[in-house]
C-alpha cells in the first residue's frame, strides 16, 4: 500500500500526533511488511513525545496481526530501526516490537477493545481459499459462506475488535456492496449499527 494511501487514511480516521493517540488501541489485522505499521508509529511515537510518556506506556497502543514469518521478520526489522533512529534504546526497542507483532491469523483472534482497526485486508477469492480454512470460518463467522472472498472475514472480525465508538478503515474492493457473497456482510453492518 503506498504511503499516502495510508497517511490519507490515518488522516480521515482521526490518528494524528496532536491527539492523545498514545491511549489508542489500534489493530493492523494484515501488516505484511509493516506498510501501515510503518506510517503509524512515527505518529505515535511523536504523541508521546509531545506528552514526555516513556516509551514502555506504548506497549498496548498497537498489534499487527499476519501469518507470513517472512513478512513479519521484514516488518520487525524495519520497524527496529526505526525505533533506533528515533532514540529508542535497544532493549526497549526490541520489547516493542516484540510485543507489536503477532504472528498469528486475525480472523482467529478474539478482540473487543480496538479504538481503529486500520489496514489492507488479504483479497482472496472464494475458490483460492483452501477447504478446509473455508469450512473452518464458516463455523466461526456470521458473514462467511462457501463463496465468500476472504477480505469479508477480516471485515467481521475487524468490526467485532472495536470498541464503543471505535474505528474500521480498509483499503479494498467494494465487490461486497453489490454482489451475493457481501449480503450477509450487509446485514451483519445493519443488524449492529456499525
Not at 511515537?45 to 516509551?55: D, G, N, Q, T
Not at 491469523?105 to 482497526?117: G, H, P, Q, R
Not at 472472498?149 to 474492493?173: P, Q, V
Request: proline letters at 2%.
Amino acid at each position: 500500500t503506498r504511503k499516502w494511501i495510508v497517511d490519507f487514511m490515518l488522516d480521515i480516521c482521526g490518528y494524528t500526533s496532536d491527539r492523545d493517540i498514545c491511549a489508542w488501541k489500534v489493530i493492523e489485522p494484515s501488516c505484511g511488511t509493516g506498510s501501515f505499521m510503518l506510517r503509524i508509529i512515527p505518529r505515535l511515537l511523536a504523541a508521546a513525545k509531545k506528552r514526555h510518556l516513556a516509551w514502555d506506556c506504548l506497549e498496548n497502543s498497537l498489534r499487527g496481526y499476519d501469518t507470513d514469518a517472512a513478512a513479519l521478520h521484514v516488518a520487525r526489522e524495519a520497524t527496529r530501526k526505526l525505533l533506533r533512529a528515533s532514540g529508542v534504546d535497544g532493549d526497549m526497542a526490541k520489547r516493542l516490537v516484540d510485543t507489536w507483532y503477532v504472528q498469528r491469523d486475525f480472523v482467529e483472534t478474539n478482540i473487543s477493545d480496538a479504538d481503529l482497526v486500520i489496514g489492507n485486508p488479504p483479497c482472496i477469492r472464494a475458490t483460492d481459499i483452501a477447504m478446509e480454512n473455508r469450512n473452518r470460518f464458516m463455523e466461526s463467522l456470521e458473514t462467511f459462506t462457501r463463496g465468500t472472498d476472504i477480505y469479508i472475514a477480516f471485515f467481521e472480525k475487524g468490526l467485532k475488535s472495536l470498541d464503543t465508538g471505535g474505528k474500521l478503515c480498509f483499503i479494498c474492493s467494494d465487490r461486497w456492496r453489490r454482489n451475493q457473497f457481501g449480503a450477509r456482510l450487509r446485514d451483519f453492518i445493519k443488524r449492529h449499527h456499525f
